[in-house]
């Protein structure tokens, strides 16, 4: 299978697909099986997204095969008190790190990683942190990414 793959950024308007892969990922991860919190999450993610997206708290890339939306990523941010560590106390969490089963393996999760870094970066964010799954892990080793407690941490600085 040769694909082309074009990357950008979830606008606003994104908001209903950011909420279905959130939705997949979980329940991927987490093996959640009860559809009937499916409303009340969808309304919750809503209004997360549709708060934050605006305010930047919150940005995700998204990977496109053909108008099909295949893979997304996500970034928060937070600020926590300094520390020797992380001076500043800026915190850019990644999240929502999914890409649909037929597309893995393919670089797609790198290329998109490489965008939330760089734009984190370029908004002055040096700390990373994220939860990984096995199967993550070792794309964020490649990063730089080193296991700290229940964590993997990257600080650029």
């Not at 009340?40 to 108008?67: C, G, H, T």
């Not at 990644?94 to 597309?103: E, S, V």
């Given at each position: ?25 979980m ?15 969808r309304?919750?993610l809503?209004?997360?997204f549709?708060?934050?997206i605006p305010?930047?708290?919150?940005i ?17 941010f ?6 020797y560590?992380?001076?500043?106390g800026?915190?850019a ?33 040096s700390?990373f ?19 700290s407690?229940?964590?993997m ?5």
């Amino acid at each position: 299978m040769c694909i082309l793959i074009d990357y950008r950024k979830a606008e606003i308007k994104d908001i209903q697909v950011l909420i279905d892969f959130r939705i997949d990922f979980m329940k991927e991860v987490l093996s959640i099986k009860d559809e009937h919190k499916d409303k009340e999450m969808r309304a919750s993610l809503f209004e997360y997204f549709n708060d934050a997206i605006p305010k930047e708290q919150f940005i995700a890339w998204f990977a496109v095969d053909d108008d099909k939306i295949i893979a997304t990523s996500g970034l928060s941010f937070y600020k926590i008190p300094p520390s020797y560590k992380n001076m500043d106390g800026k915190v850019a969490y990644i999240m929502n790190m999914y890409t649909i089963p037929i597309y893995r393996g393919k670089g797609v999760a790198k290329a998109l990683f490489s965008k939330i870094i760089e734009e984190a970066k370029a908004m002055g964010y040096s700390y990373f942190s994220l939860h990984a799954t096995d199967m993550g892990r070792p794309l964020y080793k490649n990063f730089g990414f080193i296991e700290s407690g229940d964590e993997m941490i990257l600080n650029l600085k």
